[in-house]
């Protein structure tokens, strides 16, 4: 059973920076430990609906949303097992709770922009992000 861990969120003003990390485990059969699935960061504003903001494919392909390009990097370290989300000049739009994702099956080569959250089987428990102006 695959396992997904958030941690990094916090509290900052607008212009400032975090980085969001996600450790994946339970995935690695027969020792083959890459994260070799589609995995991709949502976010969740108040009183709003989840929202794709960026993923990366089992090659490193990225994708991104308008709203973070530029701005937002998504990475992964296979020997870490570690999915990452990289912030920089954060706006209170960024403001939301943000969960990691991943799936097996059904979405490789899909960009964040036609992924939607009934998309993806596995999810992490989410850490919150809130930027103030």
């Known amino acids: 059973q695959m396992q997904l861990v958030e941690s990094g969120g916090g509290s900052v003003q607008a212009g400032g920076s975090l980085r969001l990390s996600c450790v994946v485990s339970?995935?690695?059969?027969?020792?083959?430990?890459?994260?070799?699935?589609?995995m991709a960061w949502f976010r969740q504003p108040p009183g709003k609906q989840r929202e794709g903001v960026a993923a990366?494919?089992?090659?490193?392909?990225?994708s991104y949303a308008d709203s973070v390009k530029g701005r937002f990097t998504i990475s992964k370290d296979n020997a870490k097992k570690t999915l990452y989300l990289e912030m920089n000049s954060l706006k209170p739009e960024d403001t939301g709770m943000y969960y990691c994702?991943?799936?097996?099956?059904?979405?490789?080569?899909?960009?964040?922009?036609?992924?939607?959250?009934?998309?993806?089987?596995?999810w992490g428990q989410g850490t919150q992000v809130t930027v103030s102006s």
């Open positions: 339970g995935y690695d059969v027969g020792g083959y430990t890459d994260l070799w699935f589609l």
């Open positions: 990366i494919d089992s090659d490193g392909s990225t």
């Open positions: 994702a991943a799936e097996e099956t059904g979405v490789t080569g899909r960009p964040i922009e036609t992924l939607r959250f009934f998309d993806f089987t596995h």
